[in-house]
Structure formats: structure tokens, C-alpha cells
């Protein structure tokens, strides 16, 4: 079984510009979740997407947005890039159907930098 | 606000000793805990797990304990190896998953 896959691996933007990710999750997982990784902040939760519909939010500005395909591949936005948005951001993926015991499968993420 | 903490930012360890690495958490509500590794330019993968009714899970060399009364998990690897150099991230499942900000260890041959 192929793994999580992310495009693009790297990412380097400027302030103000916006950007998307693309997450291509393991065949036949319907959850798809995002989270930013910065240093000293660990792994903060994004969203999580789940047969095209957002299932949950974390707690970040609506700069952030995302979507899912009815492939389940879904893809994260980031608008009015700002310097504090450099990060690696990882899509996970899972089978879960209802509630939270099936553990995620991560992709490599994309390392986003905003000069 | 941090849910799930890991207060220890590294860790070295000699090879063959015990590694510990501790992760606390402040929600009674989460049930199901679990543990990932990651190496430098790769996403986490997972390692082991824990669910709210055991107090210990063990696969191979790792054992995960889980003391629910002062919500605190520990990943113990016995016995080290050089390989399991990587930054371990706790994490707790409740509407969504909760990480730590992860503990980097490094065994030293």
C-alpha cells in the first residue's frame, strides 16, 4: 500500500502571498487531518476532513483553510502568508470511521518558508 | 493551551541502558493515548498505544505505563539502540488528537 503523500515537499513564499498543500492520503482512508509543526510547539492541529466534510477545527486564524475531494485527497490553504506561517505541515491520515482509536499515518509534510 | 505536555525537550542515553521518556496531560477525558517517533525529514510514525482502562502495554522493546490518577504516560525502551535516536511525540485522543511538542532522544553507541 502506498504511503501519505504531500506535494510539494518544499515551499518558500513571501509575505501576503497565499499558498496551497496537497495531501494524496493511504487508499481507502476517508480521514484526512493537517497539522503545523513548529519548534517548541509540537504538532498543533489544523483540521481534520471526512468524506469531503470538515469534522473538526483547531484553533487557527481563518487564514487557514482547507478541503477534501470526493478521492479523499484534500488540500490545505493558507492566505495573507504571514512570517509566523513557516512551519512543516503534515497531512495524516486514518481509517477511523467514528471516533479517535485508529492511529494516523503521517505524510513526509511540507516544509513552508515565508520571507 | 498545552493539553498534552512533554517537559523534557532531550534526552541522551547510553546504548543497551533504559530510555524513559515522560509525557503529562491535564484532560480526565482522554481515553486513548499514543506514542510516535520521528526522524528528520520524515512524517511520525506510529509506535505504540494505550488505552484509558490498562495501566501497561508492552511490543518488544517498548512499554508504554499510563498512570491515569496523575495523568502521566512513559515510554520506556529497553534496551537502547543507536537506531532509536529520533524525537518521540505523545499524543491523546479525544475529538481530535492532542501532541506533545516532543522529546528528542539521542543513544549514544
Known amino acids: 500500500k502506498a504511503g501519505v503523500t504531500q506535494t510539494p515537499r518544499y515551499l518558500i513564499k513571501t509575505r501576503g502571498q497565499q499558498v496551497t498543500l496537497s495531501c494524496s492520503p493511504i487508499s481507502g482512508h476517508r480521514s484526512v487531518s493537517w497539522y503545523q509543526q513548529t519548534p517548541g510547539q509540537g504538532l498543533q492541529f489544523l483540521f481534520e476532513y471526512f468524506s469531503e466534510t470538515q469534522r473538526n477545527k483547531g484553533n487557527f486564524p481563518g487564514r487557514f483553510s482547507g478541503r477534501q475531494f470526493s478521492n479523499s485527497r484534500s488540500e490545505m490553504n493558507v492566505s495573507t502568508l504571514e512570517l509566523g506561517d513557516s512551519a512543516l505541515y503534515l497531512c495524516?491520515?486514518?481509517?477511523?470511521?467514528?471516533?479517535?482509536?485508529?492511529?494516523?499515518?503521517f505524510g513526509p509534510g511540507t516544509r513552508l518558508t515565508v520571507l | 493551551d498545552q493539553q498534552v505536555k512533554q517537559n523534557s525537550p532531550s534526552l541522551s542515553v547510553q546504548e543497551g541502558r533504559i530510555s524513559i521518556l515522560n509525557c503529562d496531560y491535564t484532560?480526565?477525558?482522554?481515553?486513548?493515548f499514543l506514542w510516535y517517533k520521528k526522524y528528520p525529514a520524515e512524517g511520525p510514525t506510529f509506535l505504540i498505544s494505550i488505552s484509558s482502562i490498562k495501566d501497561k502495554n508492552e511490543d518488544g522493546r517498548f512499554t508504554v505505563f499510563l498512570n491515569k490518577s496523575a495523568k502521566h504516560l512513559s515510554l520506556h525502551i529497553v534496551p537502547s539502540q543507536p537506531g532509536d535516536s529520533a524525537v518521540y511525540f505523545c499524543a491523546a485522543s479525544g475529538n481530535q488528537f492532542y501532541f506533545g511538542t516532543g522529546t528528542s532522544l539521542t543513544v549514544i553507541p
Open positions: 495524516a491520515s486514518s481509517s477511523r470511521l467514528a471516533g479517535p482509536y485508529n492511529e494516523q499515518f
Open positions: 484532560n480526565s477525558m482522554f481515553d486513548y
